[in-house]
């Protein structure tokens, strides 16, 4: 039975105990102040309903098929892995129902977006004892799966001591949460002790959750399902619309910075001045990570002595881009925009913040630049470097020197661009590996 209850889960766990109190102290007056001001403003009845663990029931009465899997995803490229799993795991479960939940409104309608409306897709419960208890008892899914850093004590513990099969898929540790984690090791010890299995991206973060406590019979690596999505994704009807909306002919070059991070712009304009004394008709695009930045960064356009429009002035094509710089102030465009690229430079990467996806880029077949700071993309990183196909800038000064040599030797740059796509079509099918961990979970199932 999938609910029954798991004996040992009954033993006295102390870390458990104390977070439960915790949080439990800390949701409840959380709780009152968002219900008060939801009632007033009339805004987030469902988020907090669905966050106490009240589902819709038309959302519960759409898991017809068996066994159920739940999928929990966060950020969008979560929301791509549970897309490429779902699909695995049909191909290999056929009649199997799927419930996506994600946290925020964003992270909602992508999903949905993704996968449809044959999935429902819901908030996640807070992670607080009763929110995921009525969660877990209303859905009863036969395999409950965490992606990449989805690790949450109240659900797992609950799962556990309903018989609920748990799995971290897609895992990643990062370099800059390790040690944190590990201060806190005792306590993540006996949290990781509730999960069936491991699937991993990378050898390194195998290593990190072992050393956070996780068995290591449960662990496997099978590389990063983030990817698989890509080449399928990247449609070249989204570079006949956005060199439309951009007015970028053919032949333009287009230097493209994308998810920038405050400190970079200034990095990124100081190259494109040197660039332009050697290629004057080059355009600039800036993506910055948080689109609030983007009247800052046009301050610092000026400051520059350029000329500067918003993507929003562009308004689909309709007004024409005349300036030399367009700062990109939506949501969800950058990966078309990397399609009219000829060079770009992923952010986050000449600050101390992990770096961004190089891959998003390279499967157009564009020459991808990134700095010393690559912490959460280190297997991308190692993809396209084992193909002779990343181009690391350390500093500001070769940046500009890079971007230059390569608008200087189109040959190269082409060359290059086709390494980096081929290195992303390599390394597909990592999601048909996840997606056979969790058919193990529930191989025991007769019929499956």
Same mark, same amino acid.
């Given at each position: %039975?999938? +609910?029954?209850?798991?004996?040992?889960?009954?033993?006295?766990?102390?870390?458990?105990?104390?977070?439960?109190?915790?949080?439990?102290?800390?949701?409840?007056?959380?709780?009152?102040?968002?219900?008060?001001?939801?009632?007033?403003?009339?805004?987030?009845?469902?988020?907090?309903?669905?966050?106490?663990?009240?589902?819709? *029931?038309?959302?519960?009465?759409? +898991?017809?098929?068996?066994?159920?899997?739940?999928?929990?995803?966060?950020?969008?490229?979560?929301?791509?892995?549970?897309?490429?799993?779902?699909? =695995?795991?049909?191909?290999?479960?056929?009649?199997?129902?799927?419930?996506?939940?994600?946290?925020?409104?964003?992270?909602?309608?992508?999903?949905?977006?993704?996968?449809?409306?044959?999935?429902?897709?819901?908030?996640?419960?807070?992670?607080?004892?009763?929110?995921?208890?009525?969660? +877990?008892?209303?859905?009863?899914? *036969?395999? %409950?799966?965490?992606?990449?850093?989805?690790?949450?004590?109240?659900?797992?513990?609950?799962?556990?001591?309903?018989?609920?099969?748990?799995?971290?898929?897609?895992?990643?540790?990062?370099?800059?949460?390790?040690?944190?984690?590990?201060? +806190?090791?005792?306590?993540?010890?006996?949290?990781?002790?509730?999960?069936?299995?491991?699937?991993?991206?990378?050898?390194?973060?195998?290593?990190?959750?072992?050393?956070?406590? =996780?068995?290591?019979?449960?662990?496997?690596?099978?590389?990063?399902?983030?990817?698989?999505?890509?080449?399928?994704?990247?449609?070249?009807? %989204?570079?006949?619309?956005?060199?439309?909306?951009?007015?970028?002919?053919?032949?333009?070059?287009?230097?493209?910075?994308?998810?920038?991070?405050?400190?970079?712009?200034?990095?990124?304009?100081?190259?494109?001045?040197?660039?332009?004394?050697?290629?004057?008709?080059?355009?600039?695009?800036?993506?910055?990570?948080?689109?609030?930045?983007?009247?800052?960064?046009?301050?610092?356009?000026?400051?520059?002595?350029?000329?500067?429009?918003?993507?929003?002035?562009?308004?689909?094509?309709?007004?024409?881009?005349?300036?030399?710089?367009?700062?990109?102030?939506?949501?969800?465009?950058?990966?078309?925009?990397?399609?009219?690229?000829?060079?770009?430079?992923?952010?986050?990467?000449?600050?101390?913040?992990?770096?961004?996806?190089?891959?998003?880029?390279?499967?157009?077949?564009?020459?991808?630049?990134?700095?010393?700071? %690559?912490?959460?993309?280190?297997?991308?990183?190692?993809?396209?470097?084992?193909?002779?196909?990343?181009?690391?800038?350390?500093?500001?000064?070769?940046?500009?020197?890079? =971007?230059?040599?390569?608008?200087?030797?189109?040959?190269?740059?082409?060359?290059?661009?086709?390494?980096?796509?081929?290195?992303?079509?390599?390394?597909?099918?990592?999601?048909?590996?996840?997606?056979?961990?969790?058919?193990?979970?529930?191989? *025991?199932?007769?019929?499956?």
């Amino acid at each position: %039975m999938i +609910l029954k209850e798991n004996r040992q889960s009954k033993k006295l766990n102390i870390p458990y105990g104390i977070y439960a109190l915790l949080t439990g102290t800390l949701v409840a007056p959380a709780f009152s102040a968002f219900w008060t001001y939801s009632r007033i403003t009339g805004q987030y009845g469902n988020h907090l309903r669905e966050r106490l663990g009240f589902f819709p *029931h038309r959302a519960i009465q759409r +898991l017809s098929g068996s066994p159920r899997i739940w999928i929990h995803a966060v950020s969008l490229g979560e929301v791509k892995v549970a897309g490429s799993l779902i699909d =695995a795991l049909r191909g290999m479960i056929p009649g199997c129902s799927f419930l996506l939940s994600t946290t925020t409104p964003h992270g909602r309608k992508s999903a949905q977006e993704t996968v449809g409306e044959e999935i429902p897709v819901v908030y996640a419960p807070v992670d607080f004892v009763g929110s995921v208890r009525k969660a +877990l008892s209303t859905v009863r899914p *036969h395999v %409950m799966v965490f992606l990449e850093t989805e690790i949450w004590p109240s659900w797992l513990f609950e799962a556990r001591r309903m018989g609920i099969r748990t799995a971290l898929i897609n895992g990643r540790i990062s370099p800059r949460s390790i040690d944190g984690y590990l201060r +806190l090791r005792p306590f993540f010890r006996e949290v990781l002790k509730n999960f069936d299995a491991f699937s991993m991206i990378m050898e390194e973060d195998s290593a990190r959750i072992k050393a956070m406590g =996780a068995e290591p019979d449960k662990i496997e690596i099978n590389g990063n399902a983030k990817y698989d999505l890509l080449a399928s994704t990247a449609d070249p009807a %989204m570079e006949t619309e956005v060199r439309r909306i951009y007015n970028l002919p053919p032949e333009q070059r287009v230097f493209v910075a994308g998810s920038t991070r405050q400190g970079e712009e200034k990095i990124v304009l100081d190259a494109y001045d040197r660039v332009l004394q050697e290629f004057p008709d080059t355009i600039l695009i800036i993506a910055p990570r948080h689109v609030e930045r983007s009247h800052e960064i046009g301050s610092l356009v000026k400051k520059h002595g350029l000329d500067y429009q918003f993507r929003t002035q562009l308004d689909n094509g309709k007004a024409r881009r005349t300036s030399k710089v367009v700062i990109i102030d939506t949501f969800g465009e950058l990966f078309k925009v990397y399609s009219a690229a000829t060079i770009v430079f992923c952010g986050a990467s000449l600050v101390p913040l992990g770096g961004q996806n190089p891959l998003e880029p390279a499967v157009w077949g564009k020459v991808v630049f990134y700095g010393p700071s %690559m912490e959460d993309f280190l297997d991308a990183k190692a993809m396209l470097e084992a193909e002779s196909a990343g181009v690391l800038v350390p500093d500001p000064k070769t940046l500009a020197e890079k =971007a230059i040599w390569f608008l200087a030797h189109p040959e190269d740059l082409k060359a290059y661009g086709q390494r980096a796509r081929e290195a992303v079509l390599k390394n597909q099918k990592a999601a048909q590996k996840h997606a056979r961990v969790v058919k193990r979970l529930i191989g *025991h199932r007769k019929g499956v």
